[in-house]
Structures are given as C-alpha cells and as structure tokens.
T-cell receptor, first 114, second 113 residues
C-alpha cells in the first residue's frame, strides 16, 4: 500500500522565482492538505483540497496557490518567492467523511530560497 | 481559534525508562480529536496515537499512552520502555470540525543508552 509521496525532495530557488511542489495521496484517500514547517517549528496549515476545490485555507497570502487533479494528486505553487518561504513543505492525505479526518503525511519537500 | 502549547522544547530519557511529554490546548469546539505525531530525523511525520474528546478512556498503542484531562485541556503522552528508535520530535496536534490540524511547537526527545 503506497503511502503519501512528494516530489521533489529538495529544491533551491532564488527570490522572485516561482516553484511547484507535487503530492500523491495515500491509496484510497481523496483529500490533500498542505503544511509549511519552518525550521524548529510545528507545521502550519496552508490549505486543503477536496473534489478539486480548495475547501479551506490558513493564514497564507495569495502567492500560495494549489490544485487538485481528478486522480486526487495535488500541486502547491508559490509565486514571487521570499527568503521567508524557505521551509519544509508537507503534504498530508486523508479520506473525507471519516471522523476524525486522520491525516497521513509525506516525507516533505525542503525548499531553500536564496 | 485553536491553540496547542508544548512547554518542553527538549527532553532526554534513558533507554528502557519512561518519559512523559506535556501538551495543553485550547478550542471552542465541543467535539475534537487530539493527536501525537512523531517526526524522526528522517523527517516523515508518523501518527503515534489519537484521542477523541468525547471518550473518557485514555488511548493506548503498545508502549504509548495518553493522559487526557479534558477539563484542564491537557493531553500528555507517556512512552514506556523507551527505545533508541523513539528519538524524534514529537508534536501534539488538534483537529475539530474544520479538519485542519493545529500543531504545537514540538518536543525534541533524545533516548540515550
């Protein structure tokens, strides 16, 4: 049973550039959530996708956007990168309608902005 | 708004000993779930244990158990017979009807010989 996978593992970008991160959910899951984890901090919720729509959003600017595909995989896009966007980006998948909506995490993408 | 507080940035325990990690939280929701996640140095977040707020009985998973004090909004994790593989960051997290997770800042646990 394949777990949550993310690509790439590491990424280095410069300020002002744009980046796309990818996530494939655990088999049987239909909901994808994205989190940002700064060094030494707990993950912060960015947004959640279900049925190809953004279901809810955390306190992140519009530079952060996402997409969910019919196969439930998801992308996180960040435009106009800032130094402060350097972090580990975690994707988590879950099955909607369950209680709780227990989320299973991928290994993350380490983004470094220079 | 939901908040989760972990007041122990770092802890150390000897192999085979027992350690307790603390967590307090705040939420206005009447039904919610609490979780402990483990993040080893390899960084993949792993679910350790979960507790539904409506259940009075404390959850257990093998060597891991929780002490859930709803009135005090406290949710501690006890690890018995600690093993070297338990070395990791431990995050307490909370979810309500919105199904997003709110995390604490984590406790770094080091298990020593």
């Amino acid at each position: 049973d394949a777990g949550v996978t993310q690509s790439p593992t590491h990424l280095i970008k410069t300020r002002g550039q744009q980046v796309t991160l990818r996530c494939s959910p655990k088999s049987g899951h239909d909901t994808v959530s994205w989190y940002q984890q700064a060094l030494g901090q707990g993950p912060q919720f960015i947004f959640q996708y279900y049925e190809e729509e953004e279901r809810q959003r955390g306190n992140f600017p519009d530079r952060f956007s996402g997409h969910q595909f019919p196969n439930y995989s998801s992308e996180l896009n960040v435009n106009a990168l800032l130094l402060g966007d350097s972090a580990l980006y975690l994707c988590a998948s879950s099955l909607a309608g369950g209680w709780p909506d227990t989320q299973y995490f991928g290994p993350g993408t380490r983004l470094t902005v220079l | 708004a939901q908040t989760v507080t972990q007041s122990q940035p770092e802890m150390s325990v000897q192999e085979a000993e027992t350690v307790t990690l603390s967590c307090t939280y705040d939420t206005s929701e009447s039904n919610y779930y609490l979780f402990w996640y483990k993040q080893p140095p390899s960084r993949q977040m792993i679910l350790v244990i979960r507790q539904e707020a409506y259940k009075q009985q404390n959850a257990t998973e093998n060597r891991f158990s929780v002490n859930f004090q709803k009135a005090a909004k406290s949710f501690s994790l006890k690890i018995s017979d600690s093993q070297l593989g338990d070395t990791a960051m431990y995050f307490c997290a909370l979810t309500g009807t919105a199904s997003k997770l709110t995390f604490g800042t984590g406790t770094r646990l080091q298990v020593t010989l």
